[in-house]
């Protein structure tokens, strides 16, 4: 059998003021929650996505761990880190972002004192422009 | 399991002037580490210490358990804040010489990294601008294998680019040997991610040691709790 080679993230930007590991697990979890990384799909070595993403391997392998706890990620030795080949666990984190999305939606429209309806609506209204329309018009 | 390096109370002076003051840390083999600190704050001797260079007055040090002294210096690459490197050489025969001085040299590592920070082999090191000179030191540095490696102010006088390519390839060269890397610097910038842990290094005291991940959880940037540190 021979393998394809891994695929390449693109060249994220990473928060220096917020965990990295956790910055990149949660990218490669949105990758596959779009379907984007297909199952099977090898990722790069450890050293090689370090090394690309100027992170230590520590972080790298932290991130790989956090997945496959979730189960959307496998390691086989001697072979690498692969997308899981069950599917279902990809359109679960979809679901769980999406639900998590949702969630945040509500409570912004619930610090409003909205309805969801309401926010989606005003928000789709002022796209674009908005900010003149609620500055009160400003200069 | 012996730590990669210990120091426990570790005191140096240096003409009657003291420079390091009761330093006391551990770091586990594996381990990324940045030790922070302004220009003279003591990280320098620390390191000539840690190599076996300098003795401390009072204190303790351990390198893979064992007292530093020429015997360690297998396990410990060094990288000088100011490199000797013979001025009378071309970095090509620079490179020949320190493939016989080191008897864990690899070859490969050495052709790769030549490449990859594009040395100018024919040229003489004489003749080499600071960021040239910082390239060919930290090539002798990692083509070796020693599981310890000591970086001292390795981006000072570096552009962006070479900054960047000299960060992926410490990670690289560092990571699959699953090396222990030390590197000092005063400068953050665009660094603070290589660091699995940082030690804040002031007057000659350790003013803190922290994950690097704790800081970030708390929403700080290392470079936003360098100057934390040492505002005053």
């Given at each position: ?89 990809a359109h679960r984190a979809r679901k769980r972002i999406a639900t998590q999305a949702l969630e945040h939606v509500r409570r912004v429209a619930a610090d ?28 | ?74 396990h410990t690459a060094l990288m000088p804040e100011r490199g000797h490197l013979p001025k009378w050489l071309t970095a090509a025969d620079w490179l020949t ?136």
């Open positions: 059998m021979t393998l394809d080679p891994p695929w390449q993230p693109p060249p994220w930007e990473l928060d220096p003021s917020q965990p990295l590991y956790a910055q990149i697990a949660h990218r490669i979890r949105v990758e596959i929650a779009a379907l984007r990384l297909g199952r099977g799909t090898r990722l790069p070595s450890v050293r090689d996505l370090a090394a690309r993403l100027r992170v230590t391997p520590n972080t790298v392998m932290r991130a790989y761990a956090e997945l496959e706890q979730d189960g959307l990620l496998e390691t086989f030795r001697g072979q690498g880190t692969f997308v899981a080949r069950d599917e279902r666990l409003l004192g909205m309805e969801l309806e309401e926010l989606l609506r005003l928000g789709a209204d002022s796209e674009g422009g908005a900010e003149e329309d609620v500055c009160g018009g400003g200069m | 399991m012996f730590a990669a390096v210990e120091c426990d109370d570790v005191c140096m002076t240096a003409g009657g002037r003291p420079i390091l003051r009761g330093v006391t840390f551990r770091v586990e083999k594996g381990e990324m580490v940045g030790v922070l600190g302004p220009n003279g704050a003591g990280k320098t001797t620390l390191f000539r210490a840690i190599a076996g260079i300098g003795l401390p007055d009072r204190g303790r040090i351990r390198v893979f358990g064992e007292s530093p002294s020429w015997r360690t210096l297998v010489h320190a493939r016989r001085l080191y008897p864990d040299w690899d070859e490969r590592a050495e052709k790769r990294l030549a490449d990859e920070f594009e040395i100018r082999l024919d040229g003489w090191i004489s003749k080499l601008s600071r960021g040239e000179a910082v390239r060919l030191a930290l090539v002798t540095c990692l083509a070796r294998r020693a599981p310890l490696v000591l970086l001292d102010e390795p981006f000072t006088g570096i552009d962006l680019v070479s900054r960047e390519a000299i960060a992926s390839a410490i990670v690289r060269e560092c990571s699959g040997a699953g090396r222990t890397v030390l590197v000092a610097t005063h400068d953050v910038r665009e660094f603070e991610s290589l660091f699995d842990r940082v030690l804040f290094i002031g007057q000659g005291r350790l003013v803190a040691d922290e994950s690097a991940d704790s800081i970030r959880a708390r929403g700080q940037s290392v470079a936003a709790r360098y100057r934390e540190v040492f505002a005053k």
